[in-house]
């Protein structure tokens, strides 16, 4: 059993605001049964962050660029093991125990990803505190051990975890919010978006700059450089 406690895990927190109900999020992890060996809070500055990380883990703060998929990147740079979590995801307090279990008894798995209870997507969404009773009463129904191995093709979500020697220098394609954009306005505005999506290369031509220059790019039409 010693190896199961020897394999490093690397939680990656990728957040945006709201700092207090990260704080919440940090205090929840504490209570986790396999505590992860590096909690890496990737931010774009401090501002994000709660008023203290004084908590019972091993916090790492990191920032960079702004966005979900660069705000990954730079997190992973730094990353052993990873288990990528952000404010849509409040796991249970057995779910890293589980997550190490399965990767030490599976050598062959590259990426898991956990089984979602209930998805605040489908509706109006869940507070904080309903997340915290929905867990208890998964916990005692027995959810929490009860859980099917399924394959399937491709991973995604909040709650995905990698094993790093497959992960190598693949990163994150940071235009995932123009992706983002298309699936919720491609309809309704189909016009703006083809016109977008057309241009594209043109649009991200500046990540082709360091990114410490991105901020002082301008754009060359006049009505667009005043906004």
Not at 82 to 95: G, K, N
Not at 137 to 161: F, K, P, Q
Not at 176 to 198: N, P, Q, R, S
């Amino acid at each position: 059993m010693l190896g199961f406690w020897l394999m490093k895990l690397t939680v990656v927190v990728a957040w945006l605001g709201r700092p207090e109900i990260l704080g919440r999020m940090l205090s929840h992890m504490q209570h986790q049964t396999r505590k992860p060996d590096v909690v890496i809070l990737s931010t774009p500055d401090a501002s994000h962050l709660p008023a203290s990380l004084d908590y019972d883990l091993h916090i790492c703060a990191i920032h960079g660029p702004k966005g979900l998929p660069a705000q990954s990147n730079t997190a992973l740079t730094m990353a052993v093991k990873s288990a990528d979590v952000d404010d849509v995801f409040l796991p249970a307090t057995i779910y890293l125990s589980g997550l190490t279990r399965a990767y030490q008894e599976n050598p062959d798995y590259a990426v898991i990803h956990g089984l979602v209870i209930a998805d605040g997507a489908n509706n109006a969404g869940y507070s904080f505190e309903d997340g915290i009773e929905i867990l208890k009463e998964a916990a005692a129904l027995g959810a929490d051990v009860n859980v099917d191995v399924r394959y399937h093709i491709g991973a995604y979500g909040c709650n995905t975890s990698f094993r790093s020697e497959h992960v190598g220098n693949i990163r994150f394609d940071e235009r995932l919010v123009l992706y983002a954009f298309i699936e919720i306005y491609g309809v309704k505005y189909d016009k703006a978006v083809a016109c977008l999506t057309k241009d594209r290369d043109a649009l991200f031509a500046f990540y082709d700059f360091p990114a410490e220059h991105w901020k002082h790019l301008r754009t060359t039409n006049r009505a667009g450089s005043k906004m």
